[in-house]
T-cell receptor, first 114, second 116 residues
Framework: AQSVTQPDIHITVSEGASLELRCNYS??????LFWYVQSPGQGLQLLLK??????LVQGIKGFEAEFKRSQSSFNLRKPSVHWSDAAEYFC????????????FGKGTRLSVIA | GAVVSQHPSRVICKSGTSVKIECRSL??????MFWYRQFPKQSLMLMAT?????????EQGVEKDKFLINHASLTLSTLTVTSAHPEDSSFYIC????????????FGQGTRLTVV
């Protein structure tokens, strides 16, 4: 069965510090992986996605993620966090098929302190 | 990217009434629409999958008579919460994926439903 694990429920970092949000997945075929960000009361915005090719993918807002097949991981990173990055982050996995839904992790809430 | 418009963004209704949430794909044909529910500080839980012109497929534990889904056209899917109760209060989000090529998911803005 497909599943996504985000082991960290809540992370607090100082503004300007680096960030890594962990994501592990379980998937029977080639996974298509995504990171989304959600601000309170809002929908989801795509940060980045991995379908194939280079395992280090760049996204919006200075985020990047690295796909590691051997570790079944797709961790999200940012070298320097800004206060506006405080939000909920969701990792998701899906098939290469438009008629199947994405499976989401439980999310990691990021707090940024001065 | 593709645009999915969800309406209303917030709604408050009385117990026992019904509420309709609309989700429109503005610049593409959404053959399939996914409806999610999100409780506070929790992840998105898939409620149902709707395909244009056919009956929706509901996830286990989701009452199909309570959450009526209609996908009558390629650009509009609706979720109606019937005989709403306070425990139905939640954040509802629709989503679709383009069938061919790029298969990322696009989300509506979400609807905050409060039943009083």
């Amino acid at each position: 069965a497909q599943s996504v694990t985000q082991p960290d429920i809540h992370i607090t970092v100082s503004e300007g510090a680096s960030l890594e949000l962990r994501c592990n997945y379980s998937y029977g075929a080639t996974p298509y992986l995504f990171w989304y960000v959600q601000s309170p009361g809002q929908g989801l915005q795509l940060l980045l996605k991995y379908f194939s090719g280079d395992t280090l993918v760049q996204g919006i807002k200075g985020f990047e993620a690295e796909f590691k097949r051997s570790q079944s991981s797709f961790n999200l990173r940012k070298p320097s966090v800004h206060w506006s990055d405080a939000a909920e982050y969701f990792c998701a996995v899906g098939a290469n098929s438009g008629n199947t839904p994405l499976v989401f992790g439980k999310g990691t809430r990021l707090s940024v302190i001065a | 990217g593709a645009v999915v418009s969800q309406h209303p963004s917030r709604v408050i209704c009385k117990s026992g009434t019904s509420v309709k949430i609309e989700c429109r794909s503005l610049d593409f044909q959404a053959t399939t629409m996914f409806w999610y529910r999100q409780f506070p500080k929790q992840s998105l839980m898939l409620m149902a999958t709707s395909n244009e012109g056919s009956k929706a497929t509901y996830e286990q534990g989701v009452e199909k008579d309570k959450f009526l889904i209609n996908h009558a056209s390629l650009t509009l899917s609706t979720l109606t919460v019937t005989s709403a109760h306070p425990e139905d209060s939640s954040f509802y989000i629709c989503s679709t994926r383009i069938r061919e090529g790029n298969t990322e998911a696009f989300f509506g803005q979400g609807t905050r439903l409060t039943v009083v």
